[in-house]
T-cell receptor, first 110, second 113 residues
Framework: GQQLNQSPQSMFIQEGEDVSMNCTSSSIFNTWLWYKQDPGEGPVLLIALYKAGELTSNGRLTAQFGITRKDSFLNISASIPSDVGIYFCAGGGGADGLTFGKGTHLIIQP | ETGVTQTPRHLVMGMTNKKSLKCEQHLGHNAMYWYKQSAKKPLELMFVYSLEERVENNSVPSRFSPECPNSSHLFLHLHTLQPEDSALYLC????????????FGPGTRLTVL
């Protein structure tokens, strides 16, 4: 089946720093989605990307749909304590389900 | 609040028990999903329902039995589970016509003793 490689697996940063994470795949996707999951909760959709090359922002978050349709990145600027959590990328490619990455654990040190 | 609710939030059961997980979506969507989330593994798609018909069953053991009585409700019936089935079970919904955006419930944390 399709697989996504999400990196890094975890990040330890200082409050105020910028964050960058990405997902790559050997398969082409028609959609890239980025979710955040807090402990004990379900994933919450942050950004959805539908076109190759598309760059979309949501507040301090910016995500891009790679031009090859095989990758995507998510940047968070000026991190704050509530950014802590697990970030998942997901690729959509024709079937009803999504293929998810393993997640990036973001830990912020004050 | 994403518009998708799940009950119970926590469940502990023995291997011989029968229990059910419930999901309800208030978003007017017509597709619903069950996922399993285990530590150190990606979310695993279990079942997909579209317009109340099961369109995907990802080689899930028969001890998991889904039911979708209408477009707003989804159940996962559990019986004779194994300890390795302990995980967070997530329900999601989407409006298929609008692409792949799926909205998740808070999950049920299941522990099988």
């Amino acid at each position: 089946g399709q697989q996504l490689n999400q990196s890094p697996q975890s990040m330890f940063i200082q409050e105020g720093e910028d964050v960058s994470m990405n997902c790559t795949s050997s398969s082409i996707f028609n959609t890239w989605l980025w979710y955040k999951q807090d402990p004990g909760e379900g994933p919450v959709l942050l950004i959805a990307l539908y076109k190759a090359g598309e760059l979309t922002s949501n507040g301090r978050l910016t995500a891009q749909f790679g031009i090859t349709r095989k990758d995507s990145f998510l940047n968070i600027s000026a991190s704050i304590p509530s950014d802590v959590g697990i970030y998942f990328c997901a690729g959509g490619g024709g079937a009803d389900g999504l293929t998810f990455g393993k997640g990036t654990h973001l830990i912020i040190q004050p | 609040e994403t518009g998708v609710t799940q009950t119970p939030r926590h469940l502990v059961m023995g291997m011989t028990n029968k229990k059910s997980l419930k999901c309800e979506q208030h978003l007017g969507h017509n597709a619903m999903y069950w996922y399993k989330q285990s530590a150190k593994k990606p979310l695993e798609l279990m079942f997909v329902y579209s317009l109340e018909e099961r369109v995907e069953n990802n080689s899930v053991p028969s001890r998991f039995s889904p039911e979708c009585p209408n477009s707003s409700h989804l159940f996962l019936h559990l019986h004779t589970l194994q300890p390795e089935d302990s995980a967070l079970y997530l329900c999601a919904s989407s409006q298929r016509a609008q692409g792949y955006e799926q909205f998740f419930g808070p999950g049920t944390r299941l522990t099988v003793l």
